[in-house]
């Protein structure tokens, strides 16, 4: 099978996704077939799972269809993703990662579709689980992370996350407790707040502790200074 590229991303160095189809895109829309058949109605979506942590490597196929007007910024569409990807054995804190690059990847080919470039809404995923190495690195406390400037705000941010659910830290979206507030922003928790619980169970705002990393470049807890994230790739601001 021929492979043509669509996005190809790494986070961190133990996880690698690749996005790609089957079918070559056009350059231009001067031969397109004016009775081609119309556009699909459903993404087809394969995933191919590699975990190379073990010997030989665990590997897992799923094949899934989302329809073409998929929302993907309501709950269910990303609880029915999320399933798909547990029935490969990915561990929970790559689907945020996995997630984005299929949202990313299926804005793509129907931006193609449209316009006459590709003629399939069908595409490829392939997860690479790299073996995590262990580093000597000094632990210090107040450690800081490796700057990188040729990578964007928001991929930093998707990454921070990624390395935070990787190195044991909690996400709760929505938090019940009606005592306590969060001693970055100082405001108080509430239901509808996503929050983190840290290694040193110290709960901050979800979007707070992923701030105090990127702005502060600590890989530190903002109150106890216990080291709660592996090292990072993150951009001069």
């Given amino acids: 099978m021929n492979v043509f590229p669509l996005i190809s991303r790494s986070f961190g160095s133990e996880l690698n996704v690749t996005c790609w189809t089957a079918e070559p895109t056009q350059t231009t829309n001067s031969n397109l077939d004016l009775n081609r058949p119309p556009l699909d109605d459903f993404f087809t979506i394969h995933l191919f799972y590699s975990d190379h942590r073990y010997t030989p490597a665990k590997e897992e196929t799923v094949t899934f269809a989302l329809e073409r007007t998929t929302d993907f910024d309501h709950e269910d569409t990303q609880v029915e993703v ?10 929970e804190y790559g689907d945020d990662c996995v997630y984005e690059m299929i949202r990313e990847s299926c804005g793509l080919v129907l931006e193609q579709c449209l316009d006459g470039r590709r003629k399939s809404l069908e595409f490829f995923v392939e997860i690479v689980q790299q073996p995590v190495v262990d580093s000597d690195m000094d632990s210090d406390s107040d450690s800081e992370f490796t700057v990188e400037e040729d990578k964007d705000e928001e991929e ?9 659910k990787a190195s044991g830290n909690q996400f709760v979206n929505g938090y019940s407790s009606s005592e306590g507030n969060c001693s970055i922003c100082l405001e108080e928790f ?31 807890c903002p109150l106890c200074r216990s080291k709660v994230i592996d090292e990072l790739i993150c951009v001069n601001g």
């Fill in 82 to 91: 999320e399933w798909k990807m547990m029935e490969l054995g990915l561990e």
């Fill in 190 to 220: 509430e239901m509808s707040h996503n929050v983190t619980k840290l290694t040193c169970s110290h709960i901050f705002h979800e979007n707070c502790v992923i701030s105090w990393i990127f702005h502060d470049r600590k890989e530190t």
């Fill in 156 to 164: 930093v941010r998707r990454e921070i996350r990624f390395r935070l």
